[in-house]
């Protein structure tokens, strides 16, 4: 065979694959809303610039009824490109193979791409379409999910991480989503579960009820971004990507800044802590009131977002209620570890009062959740800046970022009260005995909360003892961030311990 056959041959080989998996399958897929394999990354990469791995790759299994089956690349398409110009690994599982199902090859060709990845040191983005494991290949599929759980551990701060739930996720592959970085899923057609409502014996247990991505986005706060259409859902993901750096070790992605570095925000002077919204408050301040918001469905009680200052990625986390939920806590959390663990620098807006706790709470371990938010703060090394809105009260102040569990800056409104609680609570639990013995106890309230307010809760009062590093103009928050920032670019941490315990 001369090499022009032999050419001939590889191209007619190629198209047959490729076509095995746009033919029936796309139409299979487009009656359902749904991409196929290979259209999902047309749609995330860079024109032109997917390089596929293991086009070839079948299974060998032979087992049952394997030797009869065709398993083109074995349902999963895989390889490497760019998005907006930035390279980035990509798999996509094909539901038209076995339904997606993950057998030996299938995985192999899941831990080549994090081989890969790892050292180019790039992110991986993962598009999940699968009924489960391969039953045919029993214990190889099995010790292909441990291969790619192993690989995902190893890759965890390391590389960002991104799973896309395009279809179901089920079984030992709902850990896949689980160990990633950050989660997408179709409202329309995604299902994440691990066993099926039909075999568990509470008889009101449903797909609707344990699998979507409305659950997974409200109640396990397992999904970041949900969307109807995959489209939208891959247009989150090049967003995304555009504030992540492409590995622990890279500095945070900066970009032209066409936004006033010292723009001041008049309107911030006159904020109305009972009717106005943090989220306006943060779209005053970053660049160009632009920034993408994380988990949020998951608990209304706090805001966790990317934003840009001067350009640079930040992390960007607001109170938005007096009191933050478990969800809220668990939300914050995340978020910082994983800011930490990719050197992207936090900004925390706090205006808190406390904790909500229940009886349900306190039983699924809030004490635990709050522990662990505390020991996020004070453990990460990244550059840390506080603004103090309004109400900083108690514990809940002390774990939101204060300077006393080691945030590098605290500024100030001069609305700011810090004090071990409400100022009016504190007075009458001290001068319970006076109040209830004088005839005149409204104007001996306000007298005690004045004087209580002057020497210990006021912003001045707090900055006299250090804990606060200036009391700032609200107008002019946005220029004093990026100052703090600047400042802290080259901040160095050195660490000797392997990993915490909490």
């Known amino acids: 065979m001369s090499t022009i056959e032999k050419l001939s041959e590889l191209e007619s080989r190629r198209a047959a694959i490729e076509k095995s998996s746009n033919g029936d399958a796309k139409k299979s897929a487009l009656a359902k809303g749904k991409l196929t394999a290979r259209d ?52 996509s599982q094909d539901a038209s193979v076995l339904g997606g199902a993950l057998g030996e090859m299938h995985a192999k060709k899941i831990v080549n791409v994090y081989d890969k990845a790892m050292k180019m040191g790039v992110p991986v983005v993962g598009f999940l379409d699968t009924v489960g494991l391969r039953l045919q290949e029993t214990v ?7 291969a790619i759980f192993t690989k995902m551990t190893q890759a965890s701060g390391v590389i960002p991480q991104l799973a896309v739930i395009a279809g179901d996720c089920a079984g030992g592959a709902a850990f896949i989503a689980g160990l990633s970085d950050f989660v997408f899923m179709s409202s329309k057609n995604a299902r994440v579960f691990l066993n099926s409502p039909n075999a568990m014996e509470d008889k009101k247990a449903s797909f ?3 699998a979507t991505a409305k659950v997974h986005a409200e109640e396990s706060g397992l999904a970041s971004f949900i969307s109807d259409k995959e489209e939208d859902l891959i247009k989150q ?14 500095e945070i992605p900066f970009y032209t800044v066409t936004d006033d570095i010292n723009r001041v925000e008049a309107g911030l002077n006159n ?10 408050i943060v779209t005053a301040i970053v660049d160009n009131g632009s920034f993408l918001e994380l988990q949020k469905d998951y608990s209304q009680s706090v805001l966790t977002a990317f934003a840009r200052f001067n350009g640079g990625t930040t992390g960007i986390i607001a109170t938005t209620e007096a009191q933050v939920d478990y969800k809220g ?21 706090t205006n808190i009062e406390g904790f909500t706790s229940t009886v349900a709470t306190e039983n699924m371990g809030m004490v635990k959740e709050t522990s662990r938010l505390v020991h ?29 569990i080691g945030a590098d800056y605290v500024l100030a409104w001069p609305t700011a009260q810090v004090s ?67 400042i802290l670019a080259t901040k160095q941490v050195d660490s000797y311990k392997k990993h915490p315990t909490v």
């Open 420 to 486: 071990t609680l409400n100022p009016e609570s504190a007075v009458r639990i001290m001068y319970e005995k006076e109040i209830k013995e004088s005839t005149v106890a409204a104007e001996k309230i306000a007298e005690k909360v004045a004087e209580y307010e002057a020497l210990t809760s006021s912003s001045y009062a707090v900055a006299a003892k250090g804990y606060i590093d200036d009391i700032i103009e609200p107008a002019a928050t946005r220029k004093r961030v990026i100052a703090a920032l600047e």
């Open 237 to 250: 993901v090049k967003e995304l990507l555009s504030y992540l750096p492409l590995n622990s070790e890279e």
């Open 329 to 349: 806590v668990k939300k914050v959390t995340s978020f910082v570890n994983l800011c930490d663990a990719y050197g992207i620098p936090v900004v925390t807006l």
């Open 208 to 210: 609707d009820t344990l």
């Open 376 to 404: 996020a703060f004070a453990n990460a090394s990244i550059p840390k800046v506080n603004v103090l809105l309004n109400h900083a009260f108690g514990s809940s102040y002390v774990a939101m970022n204060s300077k006393h």
């Open 40 to 91: 999902r990354i047309t749609n995330l990469l860079d024109e032109n610039s997917f390089v596929e791995m293991g086009t070839f790759v079948k299974s060998r299994s032979l087992a049952f009824n394997m030797d009869s089956q065709d398993t083109p690349c074995d349902g999963v398409v895989s390889g490497y490109g760019t998005v907006n110009g930035s390279p980035v690994y990509v798999y």
């Open 140 to 146: 190889d599929a099995l010790e292909g999910y441990g």
């Open 271 to 280: 904020f109305d802590f009972e009717n106005g919204k943090v989220v306006d």
